[in-house]
């Protein structure tokens, strides 16, 4: 029981720790942009910000999970949210998303994946850690 407390953790751990850094990342490109281009942005930006607090609270661990095979899971939540028009963040419309993503694997052959190797390397070095 307490190896499975400990495993949870480290999957929302994990998650969140890689929501903030893709998040980290775009508000890098952000900075780098003009007033203009920051404008015609202006929905995709509301978009990450909403995604980037909203989903690691709202995902289950098997979502995130799953997540977690993206190089930016962010990105691949936040483009499947604009693709299918929604505004405003409503939970139901984030677990349909999610449902895309996750269960139906609609996203794998678009958005580039965590290396294999490199992701059970970390999941054995954060498993270790923890021990």
């Known amino acids: 029981m307490l190896n ?15 929501i903030k850094d893709c998040y ?5 490109q952000w900075m780098q942009l ?21 989903l690691p609270a ?15 899971p962010l990105e691949v939540v936040s483009d499947f949210w604009i693709e299918n028009g929604y505004e405003t963040l409503v939970i139901d419309d984030l677990q349909l998303v ?4 996750v269960y139906d694997k609609d996203a794998e052959a678009d958005y580039e994946m965590e290396d294999e190797a490199e992701s059970e390397s970390e999941t054995e070095t ?6």
Not at 4 to 17: G, T, V
Not at 35 to 42: G, V, W
């Open 4 to 18: 499975n407390i400990k495993q949870e953790e480290s999957i929302k751990d994990r998650f969140d720790s890689k």
């Open 24 to 28: 980290s990342e775009y508000e890098k």
């Open 34 to 54: 003009g007033i203009k281009e920051l404008l015609d942005k202006a929905e995709e930006i509301a978009t990450v910000q909403h995604m980037a607090s909203e």
């Open 58 to 72: 709202y995902a289950s661990d098997k979502e995130k999970e799953y997540l977690l095979k993206f190089k930016n």
């Open 98 to 101: 999610l449902n895309r993503i």
């Open 126 to 131: 954060y498993t270790a850690m923890q021990i």
